[in-house]
């Protein structure tokens, strides 16, 4: 069965260094989202991509940055982790039609604390 | 720009009671509506969503929702509830062109009651 996989499940960094995390989806979607949740916030966008090499920004994506090489990967890159980006991530994907009517697959999340 | 309003943080109710989750959004233009569930330690799984037609719209696990266009809202609706039921809800939005993301609600988490 196709699925969408994070990787790691649950992540301690410090102040200042730099983490990935990891998506990968077998659905062969083009669409790519990384959202973060916070209590009081629901999901917010950090990052999309629409296909190979295209990226664009989300409404929190500050400190943040994706790289899209194939279909398959969606790398997440925290540059320089502070405090403020402690969270659970969540990767998403979705088959690319032009009209919004897509369904996303979610991933199991990333929590993420940094001290 | 679209936004989505979910207005109730909390929603505690008693097994087998009926529940309504409300969902109000703005958008200058036409939209998709959706819910999603989040059960604990979980991803979202789509419940339901609105494209077009009819505006009564049937979801998995006994849950429906109607689109209301004249006051931009999209409730979510079970007649009878089971603890099963408890996790968090949320309301999403995407316009019907330009666009495939998502714009989330900030959610409502049901608490279900023996």
């Known amino acids: 069965d196709a699925e969408i996989t994070q990787s790691p499940r649950h992540k301690i960094t410090e102040t200042g260094r730099q983490v990935t995390l990891a998506c990968h989806q077998t659905?062969?979607?083009?669409?790519m989202f990384w959202y973060r949740q916070d209590l009081g916030h629901g999901l917010r966008l950090i990052h999309y991509?629409?296909?190979?090499?295209?990226?664009n920004k989300g409404e929190v994506s500050d400190g943040y940055s994706v790289s899209r090489s194939n279909t398959e990967d969606l790398p997440l890159t925290l540059e320089s982790a502070a405090s403020s980006q402690t969270s659970v991530y969540f990767c998403?994907?979705?088959?690319?039609?032009?009209?919004?009517?897509?369904?996303?697959?979610f991933g199991q999340g990333t929590r993420l604390t940094v001290v | 720009a679209q936004s989505v309003t979910q207005l109730d943080s909390q929603v505690p109710v008693f097994e087998e009671a009926p529940v309504e989750l409300r969902c109000n959004y703005s958008s200058s233009v036409s939209v998709y509506l959706f819910w999603y569930v989040q059960y604990p330690n979980q991803g979202l799984q789509l419940l339901l969503k609105y494209l077009s037609g009819s505006t009564l719209v049937k979801g998995i696990n006994g849950f429906e929702a109607e689109f209301n266009k004249s006051q931009t809202s999209f409730h979510l609706r079970k007649p009878s509830v089971h603890i099963s039921d408890t996790a968090e809800y949320f309301c999403?939005?995407?316009?019907?062109?330009?666009?495939?993301?998502?714009?989330f609600g900030t959610g409502t988490r049901l608490q279900v009651f023996p």
């Open positions: 998403a994907s979705s088959e690319r039609r032009t009209g919004g009517n897509t369904e996303a697959f």
């Open positions: 991509s629409y296909g190979v090499q295209d990226t």
């Open positions: 659905w062969n979607h083009n669409n």
């Open positions: 999403a939005v995407s316009e019907s062109y330009n666009t495939d993301k998502l714009i």
